[in-house]
């Protein structure tokens, strides 16, 4: 048998290690919770009757599967093909599960199918559970028993925090196995909710949190700081205490893509003070590129004060004082969902920041 097919097979049974992160996502749905999620994980069948648990005992990976299908092609006869069983199946599996939910997941009209409110509220939980069981799999089938983190960060997370944890976990006999995945703070959240990694270390801002539901969310503040002006040690704006918005726009900058963090910073320094922003002469996603060219040229880059600080030790770059013109502060948090911060990987990952910025412990170099 396929191992998809055997996967479609299994159980959605809270047992064992899944306990907490299958309760969670079974309650999420309004019909099956009892209380307010904010008090925090229950043990398994404590808000549920005997008959909800028999019913959702009953459930098979194709039933969630199934609703993703149809989310994504609109039909129940695609999903029929796709997940290669007949229509008739399909709309069984949809009345089991909905049966379980107590609440009608898919709205079915002449055009095909599509989930309603509910049916996207639920999604968006079973989305979890199926991801977890792929890494789930993946972790069994490894040779490796060390347990496994995905961890997404921003890049100046290499600079901060990250390394003295990652020292702290390995003095202590807790460093497990951790996959590290680069990215904007709004590409890991997306990926953190899709749940493709464990949780994040990235900027958290309000128009990002506007966009999820906070109450799911673990966020453990790492640092505070304010985003600088950086040239060379030659640069001709490095020692002068009058420079002005006049005077950065005649210069040239290196600055990364839109829509990420620093390049909203970049432009609301001359937005803020009535000028439009220059065109970068380079774009670089790379801040050890960024501050590595600057370092050898005559362009200006804005980077966090953190990573300013480090290259500044190295003799590369130096701050140059924009202090009038106010930029950007940040805050650089550790965000993850919190029905997964019970994960061993991550209570260890948390007790090492922790750790590390009581003590404040120097950056690895």
Request: net charge neutral; proline share 5%.
């Amino acid at each position: 048998m396929p191992a998809r097919e055997r996967a479609d097979e299994i159980p959605i049974v809270p047992t064992g290690v899944f306990e907490w992160n299958y309760f969670v996502v079974i309650a999420s749905s309004p019909a099956l919770m009892t209380g307010s999620e904010s008090q925090g994980p229950r043990t398994w069948g404590q808000a549920l009757s005997p008959a909800k648990i028999y019913r959702i005992d009953r459930l098979r990976l194709r039933h969630l599967r199934m609703l993703e299908v149809i989310h994504r092609c609109g039909s129940l006869g695609a999903a029929a093909r796709e997940l290669g069983v007949t229509q008739p199946a399909v709309t069984n599996l949809l009345k089991e599960i909905e049966e379980v939910f107590e609440a009608t997941l898919v709205e079915r009209d002449v055009r095909g199918g599509r989930l309603t409110d509910a049916g996207v509220a639920a999604l968006e939980r079973l989305t979890i559970a199926m991801a977890s069981i792929d890494i789930a799999m993946n972790v069994a089938k490894a040779k490796s028993q060390t347990r496994l983190l995905r961890l997404g960060c921003i890049q100046v997370a290499g600079i901060g925090v990250l390394p003295a944890a990652i020292a702290h976990m390995e003095a202590r006999g807790s460093l497990g196995q951790i996959k590290l995945v680069e990215g904007t703070a709004r590409s890991l959240l997306s990926a953190l909710l899709e749940g493709e990694i464990d949780a994040f270390i990235g900027w958290v801002e309000d128009s990002l949190l506007a966009a999820v539901d906070v109450r799911r969310l673990m966020v453990e503040p790492l640092s505070y700081g304010v985003m600088q002006v950086v040239g060379s040690f030659e640069h001709p704006l490095v020692n002068r205490m009058d420079v002005t918005v006049d005077d950065l726009k005649a210069c040239s900058w290196i600055l990364p893509r839109l829509h990420s963090h620093t390049r909203a910073a970049f432009q609301h320094l001359f937005l803020d003070n009535g000028s439009q922003p220059p065109e970068p002469t380079i774009e670089s996603w790379s801040l050890h590129n960024t501050l590595l060219i600057v370092a050898a040229s005559r362009l200006l880059a804005v980077a966090p004060n953190d990573a300013v600080e480090f290259y500044s030790q190295l003799g590369l770059v130096k701050q140059i004082d924009v202090a009038p013109l106010l930029l950007d502060r940040t805050r650089v948090s550790l965000v993850a969902l919190n029905e997964s911060r019970k994960l061993p990987a991550i209570e260890a990952l948390i007790e090492a920041i922790r750790h590390v910025r009581h003590n404040r412990l120097p950056i690895p170099l």
